[in-house]
């Protein structure tokens, strides 16, 4: 029965990599000189966020039908690092670093530098799913969860556009968002501690309640509300880093 069944989560890691490899030929079709860039920017984000949905509910399905295998976690690791380190790169190049070029051997725009910044994002993830294959906490992430990394550059063109944003405030956020992957700090698993406040049967209702205040106050702004609760997450480790650190020295 167990092998019977790992299909159902299999079948959603592979939702969630054939989204990430759509949001990335969505980003190839686009021209940065062209007017309607950011219309598929912000699909290709759409389809990033999506992704992530996929990704939470393979690992639910598999843990509630008791179908977790090997070859579920490596498959998701490879998905992960399509979706959340490859894609949000491509991404952020074509609507920032595609420009950032370095004029050496007396040749303009000669070193394509843009290339080299955006690289870093799956240089991250990757290492970053590596190292929670080799040894993870099962209360607590060690660094920020790659998922959460690729949705916060997947809202990035639904909140914002590419003319508002001046390239080094683009490229200072998305390498510190990259590094945070790599970091050390610890960020707490949102599922552990809801299955320690809640009950199943009142989580239920608490995620459903939630969910209908979400849609009633960010109907038209939801891009908004949800980069600001992801923005308070990888806060939350930022903090508690920074909380852990005055004890330290204090004692």
Known sequence: MKLKLTWIPNTLTLGNLTLGFVSMLLVAETNPSQPNSHELYTLAGVFIILAALFDGFDGMAARALNCTSELGADLDSLADLTTFGIAPGFLSYKMFFYDIKLDIFDKPDYFPLGMFIAALYPICAAYRLARFNVAHDPKSFNGLPSPVAGVVIGIF???FSVSQVPLWTAVLFFVITALLMVSTLRY???QVAIRGLFSWKKLGISIVGLG??????GFYRWPYVMYGAVGFYVFSGIVSFLIQTIQDYRV
């Open 157 to 159: 063109p639904l909140v």
């Open 188 to 190: 707490s698993k949102p």
């Open 212 to 217: 209908l205040l979400l849609l009633a106050i």
